[in-house]
């Protein structure tokens, strides 16, 4: 029964994982996507996107972290993956559910749920590449505009090799729009040999509690859930270990962990106003789960200035 932070770009970053994991119940991270195309990456590019890779690939409090790549050319996906693997990767794991527009016009992520051979080619190819200890696992949606292939998806992931398998269960048409479809992920389980992960629609406990339910998977991916509400696993682990149910953390708390982020940004920042928007871009999200988040983004969205952002922390957290 694991709770793995999922990748999203320009979100989950290195210090969103390290500040996430110290909060606690997160059993694996997965990076944010590699972008392959037709060379073999510099070292740099995995450590600017992994940097756990120099602390054997965890997190501060020792957190797995699995370097995810993306793309559609086996060879040279095989080639980075073993790159990957030589700098010390947890695992690596292929998007085949991303669905950004500009990614899928260039062949990458959920578009390749139209081409499930394709899907094997990538999987076969990167696990035929790297040491058999370093797992491969892949991440896909239902599919790309409806669901007639995502069965076959999933078995071409499953024959080219790959030791798990994670499941956002909507397709890419559908985004981020609710409902997700967590009746497909049993659908899934019951048709692959290998494990699958359960991901989408995971704000709550008891959402927590129903696609576990439903789905069958004993191993939950949660991505906006716990961006929105940092403490989320662990009191899903504390449910787990008591059978009781916590409250969520006070906002004063929470607050804590925002500005523990926002100091890491300013820190590794080159001028700019990167620490700041990082910050508005938390709270914002935050404001799903605390109302104080929204009375705190209208101090702080005009802000441009470190110092300035660190005034109105300095208020607040004189108050807690």
Not at 215 to 229: A, E, K, P, Q, Y
Not at 244 to 265: K, S, Y
Request: charged share 20%; net charge neutral; glycine share 8%.
């Amino acid at each position: 029964m694991k709770i793995v932070l999922a990748p999203m770009e320009g979100l989950v970053d290195d210090v969103m994982r390290d500040v996430l994991t110290r909060v606690g119940g997160i059993d694996l991270c997965v990076t944010e996507f590699v972008r392959v195309t037709n060379s073999l990456l510099p070292v740099r590019t995995f450590e600017r996107l992994a940097p756990e890779l120099a602390h054997a690939s965890a997190t501060r409090c020792g957190v797995p972290v699995r370097v995810q790549l993306l793309g559609s050319e086996p060879g040279w996906l095989a080639e980075n993956a073993i790159r990957a693997a030589e700098l010390g990767a947890a695992g690596v794991d292929l998007n085949f559910g991303c669905p950004a527009p500009t990614v899928n016009r260039h062949r990458g992520g959920a578009v390749l749920l139209k081409e499930p051979e394709v899907l094997y080619s990538i999987v076969q190819a990167v696990r035929a590449a790297v040491p058999a200890n370093v797992p491969v696992t892949a991440k896909m949606r239902l599919g790309y505009e409806d669901t007639s292939l995502t069965l076959a998806c999933a078995d071409a992931i499953q024959r080219g090799g790959a030791q798990e398998l994670c499941v956002h269960a909507r397709t890419k048409v559908e985004g981020y729009r609710p409902p997700a479809h967590w009746e497909w992920l049993a659908r899934i389980r019951e048709a692959v040999a290998i494990p699958v992960v359960a991901n989408g629609e995971v704000w709550t406990l008891e959402d927590y509690q129903t696609i576990r339910s439903i789905s069958g998977c004993d191993t939950v991916m949660i991505g906006r859930g716990l961006v929105s509400c940092p403490d989320l696993g662990a009191r899903i682990r504390h449910w787990q270990q008591t059978g009781e149910a916590q409250q969520q953390a006070p906002w004063a708390v929470v607050l804590g962990w925002v500005h523990d982020l926002a100091q890491q940004c300013q820190l590794r920042a080159e001028g700019g106003n990167y620490a700041v928007s990082r910050t508005k871009q938390w709270v914002k999200m935050l404001q799903r789960s605390y109302g104080e988040a929204e009375s705190f983004f209208s101090e702080i969205k005009a802000l441009n200035d470190f110092s300035a952002l660190e005034d109105v922390f300095a208020a607040h957290l004189s108050r807690t």
